[in-house]
């Protein structure tokens, strides 16, 4: 999504009249812009008129759409800078780095499986995750691969991402009519109760996407999936 595309939304589904534009990449280094050899991502992410988020191939693209997405992420960043060894001279760029609701600190990094075959890159994420621990810089260090990405998750992650802003009368709409569920209820029924037609529907994903409404069960967010409200879910 380019910053022209997200500002625009802006402009026409949130805040008529006005302009907003994302927040500024808070990555600390800079990626191409273009590569013959791999994916280059830009994207807007995150909540209310969003940041500025890079990645160097599709499967980070994929990660940060999950990660997004996940109500236990309270903060990430992309590009996160680690200096480590004796006298930390050596250093070594975090895909992601993500503060949890609870607390915890958790660096990623985003690797092909093809690229871990020599067993070259683990020896070396071995030793960044000892300093890691060490400098006490994150609590957990992971790696992620294709294999991380859960198709159900990336799914839903790219449904929320296209509706981090919505009409706010029809959100406004939404809230009242969720207000008054009790157990639980489709999608589809709900947009017919809202009777806004497609701006009811986003609205209501962004109401999934902000945890203020829940999935009844694990799956494919589409029209016939079932949701109730936050506090009927503890």
Known sequence: MSNFYATSVALAGHNRGSLHLPAPSRANRSIASRSKGHCVVNAVLGRDHGQVVEGESY???KNL???NADPAVAD??????FFYGPKRKQRHYFDVLKTMVDGRVIAETVKPTAKLR???????MAEVAWWVREFSFA????LITEADIDPIDLHNGRVFAGVRLVDAAALAQARLVVSQLTGSVGLRDLVNEIALGAPGYRALLHLLAQNELQLTRRERITP????RRKEQGK
């Open 76 to 81: 990430f960043r992309v590009q996160a800078e």
């Open 224 to 227: 016939q999936s079932n949701v």
């Open 59 to 61: 499967t980070e693209y």
């Open 118 to 124: 020599s067993g070259v890159f683990l020896r070396e």
């Open 139 to 142: 609590d957990e260090v992971r």
């Open 65 to 67: 759409l999950i990660l």
